[in-house]
């Protein structure tokens, strides 16, 4: 539900302000409620709802917006043999700023397949820095899409017991830096 060409000015900063109140809230989790992103972007109740029917619809609209920061990262990457790098620790600090967005796609089964469809965009993305950092020898020849979004869950997984959004940042830097060091053309492959 992107901006309406020729909205008011008045229209467009509260929509803003919505996406900025629901990014910040659900960094820290998925119990947000409706009232609670209102209060925190500082309209009503009617121009949320205006906006964003449920939070499904402003869930999705955030899950789009990150698809997008990682196409034009991709976009702007290509042809680096370092652009999966680029991408994976884009992708690690997106999951880390969204936590509670993964929460609430376990518990709302739209969000979940809103998710599904950003991951199958992402895999799209992340398939040509793939192959290229693999040709470069900077990637072992095994890793594969499906180990990215592995990767990921890993990531995901040691931000569990992490409290707080800075918590959880450095939870998955951690675990993608430990990960990235095993992932090297010389990584020897474990077993099959």
Request: charged share 30%; net charge neutral.
């Amino acid at each position: 539900m992107a901006p309406i060409e020729g909205q008011r000015r008045d229209a467009r900063r509260n929509r803003a302000a919505i996406l900025d109140a629901a990014r910040e809230l659900l960094a820290e989790s998925a119990e947000v409620p409706m009232c609670e992103v209102a209060r925190r972007a500082g309209v009503g109740q009617a121009t949320l709802y205006r906006n964003f029917p449920d939070r499904r619809v402003l869930a999705a609209e955030i899950l789009g917006e990150q698809v997008e920061r990682i196409a034009r990262l991709a976009a702007e990457c290509a042809g680096d043999p370092d652009a999966f790098f680029v991408l994976l620790r884009s992708l690690v600090e997106g999951v880390a700023s969204f936590y509670g967005l993964s929460q609430l796609a376990r518990e709302d089964a739209c969000v979940g397949s809103e998710l599904e469809r950003s991951r199958k965009q992402i895999a799209e993305l992340m398939k040509r820095p793939l192959r290229d950092a693999k040709a470069a020898g900077a990637l072992r020849r095994d890793f594969s899409l499906d180990d990215t979004f592995l990767l990921l869950g890993m990531v995901k997984g040691a931000m569990e017991s992490a409290e707080g959004p800075a918590a959880r940042a450095a939870a998955a830097a951690r675990a993608l830096t430990l990960v990235l060091d095993g992932l090297g053309a010389g990584s020897a492959p474990g077993p099959r």
